[in-house]
């Protein structure tokens, strides 16, 4: 658990575990000190795992100003400038998926392999859901709004007849905000993906890349990986049952990341 200065600013990460490294990238308003976390995950237990709060995140600092994707990229790079590593394997989900692609596309000789999850490559009709607008409700409404956009099976007349487990999905959603959130920093991770477009660029990137998503989200809808795919020389689009949390919804998609990864080495 260490604090560097990075790029600029102070960047808080963590690094457990073993194998070999694999850089997780995460999503939008991700806090370390909220458990579990990537770490209590399947790829926590097969990789040496480095992890690390974004800018406006967790314990990382949240300078003043506007933050630009390609900021957010240069954090990674900066980190791994610190620890010494020129190549990695990099794991980037939704938010952190939109970072891993300007990540590898502003230093793409640092990236060995990668996985995008549940994520978009922006630009017009390809953008993920604009969760910024989410943000102007207040708590109960955006969680409510929140939970179904992020599983489209869950629409009104699902919540009307599940309602013991839409009340219970609920209080997990109100509860999974920290109290220790910066509110105006996460809001500009937030304003920051307003401007993700990586899409006429993607071609650029030859390294292998698996791309997995959810049947059901609406976030970062299938459309959206499929675009991504049709970008990419040397990809693999995989989809699994499940909206944006597919990846714990569906107990094949971390084994099969898992597996695709360490087929790679």
Not at 70 to 90: C, F, G, K, P, S
Not at 244 to 255: E, I, P
């Amino acid at each position: 658990m260490t604090t560097i200065h990075a790029n600029g600013i102070d960047l808080y990460f963590e690094r457990q575990g073993q194998g070999e490294p694999l850089l997780f990238i995460s999503g939008s308003g991700a806090d370390l000190r909220n458990k579990p976390n990537q770490f209590d995950a399947p790829i926590g237990a097969n990789f040496d795992l480095i992890c690390y709060d974004q800018r406006g995140l967790g314990q990382s600092e949240k300078p003043s100003g506007e933050y630009s994707m390609a900021e957010y990229a240069d954090d990674a790079a900066a980190l791994l400038d610190y620890l010494e590593i020129d190549q990695i394997a990099v794991m980037g989900v939704s938010f952190g998926g939109m970072v891993a692609q300007e990540f590898a596309l502003r230093h793409p000789s640092r990236v060995k392999h990668m996985v995008l999850a549940c994520t978009s490559s922006g630009g017009p009709g390809r953008a993920s859901y604009p969760l910024h607008e989410l943000e102007l409700l207040d708590e109960d409404m955006r969680a409510r709004q929140h939970l179904q956009i992020s599983d489209t099976r869950r629409d009104d007349s699902w919540v009307a007849q599940n309602p013991q487990r839409w009340e219970k999905l609920l209080g997990y959603a109100l509860a999974a905000r920290s109290s220790q959130r910066d509110r105006v920093g996460a809001l500009k991770q937030l304003e920051a993906r307003k401007y993700h477009d990586t899409f006429d660029r993607l071609p650029q990137l030859t390294m292998p890349i698996l791309l997995v998503g959810g049947h059901y989200d609406g976030i970062a809808p299938v459309e959206n990986m499929r675009a991504i795919n049709t970008q990419l020389a040397n990809s693999e689009l995989r989809l699994y049952a499940g909206g944006h949390l597919f990846l714990v919804q569906d107990k094949r998609a971390y084994a099969e990341v898992v597996s695709w990864l360490k087929s790679q080495n």
